[in-house]
């Protein structure tokens, strides 16, 4: 199993504050419109998740690839 | 490990300048119309929503202000929904173009200037001593007027919503990064 986070694109407001929080690099805002998670950068750390300003972000467990 | 700072962390700075300039000279206000057109061009012309969360001055003041202040709390729902971050984008709109109207009405002679910032669209407070000796027109003193009215009051909702809930509440409601990424959707076609 591993963690990784998970968001909401409907209810995203796209202001990057996870992009700049994220130690990996794993978030871009995708077209300005909302952020996108790149599973297999993304540790679960959850840094994102604290720095979102509209708690859309949330840490789950999945099936680990590969 | 820190990241390496870059020029533009810094902008914070530039923001609190700009509201302290206010209560000296009120010709700086102009200088606050940047922080609207340079959203606005960038996510025109492909620089999509890189303003918010690197040249966003405020964003980083309240990022900083955050880590001593806020309450760190999650934010009600109805400030991230949908009706209430596009009717605050349309009564800010609103207000800025009553603003940009009371500016015409002193340019065509019918008002005259009135030396006051406007908290909340509805605090009147005197502010002739930061009006300019500068011999410009009265209508370029009645924008700045109310130009400052309306960014000290954002700054103050910014700093009011950063105590009680994420320090970066405002971005949520955000005017700009509404209207910012309204144009990114129309643009990409989501």
């Not at chain 1, 199993?1 to 998970?6: E, F, G, L, S, V």
């Not at chain 1, 794993?26 to 950068?41: L, M, P, S, T």
């Not at chain 2, 012309?45 to 880590?67: A, E, S």
């Not at chain 2, 105590?163 to 509404?178: D, E, H, I, Q």
Request: aromatic content about 16%.
């Amino acid at each position: 199993m591993k963690k990784i986070a998970t968001l909401s694109r409907n209810a995203c407001v796209s202001c990057g504050c996870c992009e700049t929080a994220c130690p990996k690099n794993a978030i871009e805002i995708y077209n300005g419109i909302y952020a996108k998670v790149d599973q297999d950068r993304c540790i679960g750390c959850g840094l994102c998740k604290k720095a979102c300003p509209a708690d859309i972000i949330s840490i789950k467990e999945v099936d680990s690839i590969g | 490990m820190a990241k390496k700072k870059n020029w533009y962390d810094y902008l914070w700075i530039v923001s609190t300048l700009y509201i302290i300039l206010g209560f000296f000279n009120i010709l700086f206000a102009w200088l606050g119309l940047l922080c609207f057109l340079i959203p606005l061009v960038m996510s025109l012309t492909g620089g999509k929503k890189g303003y918010c969360n690197r040249y966003c001055g405020r964003g980083q003041l309240l990022t900083l202000l955050g880590k001593k202040f806020s309450k760190n709390l999650p934010i009600p729902k109805w400030i991230s929904s949908k009706w209430f971050r596009y009717g605050f984008l349309a009564f800010f709109l609103t207000m800025f173009f009553n603003m940009t109207f009371s500016t015409y009405l002193v340019f065509a002679g019918t008002n005259s200037l009135k030396e006051v910032v406007t908290l909340l669209w509805s605090f009147s407070l005197p502010w002739h001593f930061a009006s300019s000796s500068a011999p410009v027109a009265h209508w370029v003193k009645q924008f700045a007027f109310g130009f400052y009215s309306l960014m000290l009051t954002s700054t103050l909702l910014g700093l009011v919503t950063m105590v009680l809930f994420r320090p970066r509440t405002w971005c949520v409601y955000c005017p700009m990064g509404t209207m910012t990424q309204l144009v990114c959707k129309a643009k990409y076609k989501e």
